[in-house]
């Protein structure tokens, strides 16, 4: 087995990690749910790979995503820092008291539990007195799915208030001198300012040592990092330290931000401060990582890759979704059971792992290290039916500022399909996925150098704290039932049980706007003379050099990706 840690660091990573350990848990249960689809039965997944077995000090066995989260003090809401399973005292603090002077003590109210954490526990605490499950109570429960969807959708502030998934205490960190305030702390700067590696950082050196100590051979990190503000700081902090104590195991960093989350949602524009640290963010990160994928559209709710869902941009909790998804979907042949080179399995194909994936998409060719993330959810039906859409033209990038008309010869691609339906309605095989992507891309005007297709029968699962994004034309399985959405109440979970899904990693030039812009920013906001952000990078303790180093860095992979008559001279 080949494990993967899993790393979230800042508010949005964590909203976009919830959602992700909500799909695990939720095939997790299904898996062993005599009434479940029979297609989650035999899902040919190892979910050892994301989670590690252990026990708790009243010998109960628990099973808990192998993860570090970082955030700031304050941000888990009605959540203890040490999880629900265990039940260790909390530390008390490391520093040495000397003051003799008076003390005084300022608490807070601690969070309730929205209705949602409320009948989780209870559920809990009734299957721990042996209560026996799937007790004929539909109505009642129908009610209160409804009370609760409700709830959710009105009132989730921490990405905690969704999370049905218990945590090892060693996964949740909280960051020392910080309260939870995502709107101040808001640029590298102020990251940096506040977050001192040689301070907090050995403890969370210690965490991540301790997950990364107990697996047999690890495959990878995947990290996920909030990088619209402060924590990009403190990310790199971390990503130089795991460089340095693990050479030779690959980052796969997924650089999120929510829709909205800085851009002025009436004017669109960003101001100094948000646009340099885009470029010094993107630029410290990138050199930390094999492989680096910028996640966040500013508008997902106006992109094409919504045009069958309902994202109300203002609320994290909607996006967030969207993009757990696409991580979930890309993630899932890290973990599919390998077969023999002669055999292949009835549910999956296409099994690789982190290395592999990075060292296809940045490793070949041009190595570039930057990937586009792209969606479509839900995967139309292999023939099309009624939408008249094949997988290849659903896919709708989830990065931001890529070229949509882009035609590169030299694009390598990673895409998996994953519960994909037939035109009658019922799953397609593994060699019928297969076969129809293969077809697609011979009856397209341009495809890629390469393209590593993987394929699994599970579709993704719909938990009940989903939110409600789906268009009225999105059936129980996923599946396309008319045209445009058309103005109706959007589907959630008690409506929509499982989505086919298709999720791309591309290398691509396509993503060549996005590193020309923060190129272009920096040197126009930054280094040039007289530029009108100079003052503020030297507030953030960067001198020239370092800017110029930076400079440089953007500068080598933009030009990586220009067509050769823009990158040389001609005579």
Known sequence: ????????????????????????????????????????????????????????????????????SVNLRGSLGSMNSQGTLYTEVASTSRDVVTWTGRVSTQASEPFKRNLFLQRLYEEEENSNINEIPGSNNDSRTEYEDKDIIECLENDVQFWTDYSKVHY?????????????????????????????????????????????EECDH????????????????????????????????????????????????????????????????????????????????PSLSKSKASRFLHIEDAKHFHSSAVYAAALHSISLPFRMVPVGPSADSCSISGAVDIHGVVQMLSGQGRQNMVSVLDVAMPAPALTGGQNNLSLLEVLQPLTPQTDDDVEDMLAIEHMTVHGALASEGHRASVSEVKDKVD???????????????????????IPLPFPSIFGNNVGKQGELIGG?????????????????????????????????????NLQRFGIQRGAAGAELLRSWS??????????????????????????SDSD
Not at 171 to 190: C, K
Not at 191 to 206: C, H, K, L, P, T
Not at 488 to 496: D, N, R, T, Y
Not at 544 to 557: A, P, R
């Open 218 to 297: 690890i495959q990878g990190f995947q990290f996920i990092v909030d990088d619209s503000g402060g924590f990009s700081a403190v990310a790199a902090e971390f990503l130089e330290n795991i460089v340095d104590e693990y050479t030779n195991i690959p980052v796969l960093l997924y650089a999120v931000q929510g829709s909205g989350s800085r851009t002025n949602l009436q004017s669109g524009k960003l101001t100094v401060s948000e646009v340099l640290h885009d470029s010094i963010s993107f630029s410290r990160l990138s050199s930390y990582c094999k492989l680096i994928v910028p996640v966040g559209l």
């Open 542 to 567: 960067f001198g020239m050099e370092e800017l110029v180093e930076m400079e440089e860095m953007l500068s080598k992979m933009a030009a990586a990706l220009r067509p050769p008559q823009l990158t």
């Open 484 to 520: 445009q959405t058309i103005n109706s109440s959007p589907k959630g979970s008690l409506e929509v049980h499982s989505v086919p899904m298709a999720a791309r990693l591309r290398s691509s030039s396509a993503v060549l706007p996005l590193l020309e812009n923060k190129l272009r």
């Open 1 to 68: 087995m080949k494990e993967i840690v899993t790393v979230q660091v800042g508010d949005f990573a964590n909203f976009v990690g919830s959602h992700f350990w909500n799909f695990q848990d939720e095939l997790l249960g299904l898996a062993g749910d005599p009434s479940a689809d029979s297609v989650f039965k035999n899902q040919d997944l190892n979910m050892d790979v994301l989670y590690r077995t252990g026990e708790t000090q009243q010998g109960i066995p628990s099973y808990t995503p192998r993860l570090v």
């Open 168 to 212: 090892h205490p060693r996964s949740l960190y909280e960051l020392d001198r910080v309260w939870a305030n995502v709107e101040e702390f808001n640029n590298y700067g102020i990251g940096r300012d506040s977050f001192a590696w040689s301070v907090q950082g050995e403890e969370i050196s210690d965490r991540l040592r301790f997950f990364v």
């Open 439 to 461: 077809g697609a891309f011979r009856c397209a005007s341009t495809r890629p150098m390469f393209c590593h297709l993987s394929v699994a029968l599970c579709p993704l699962p």
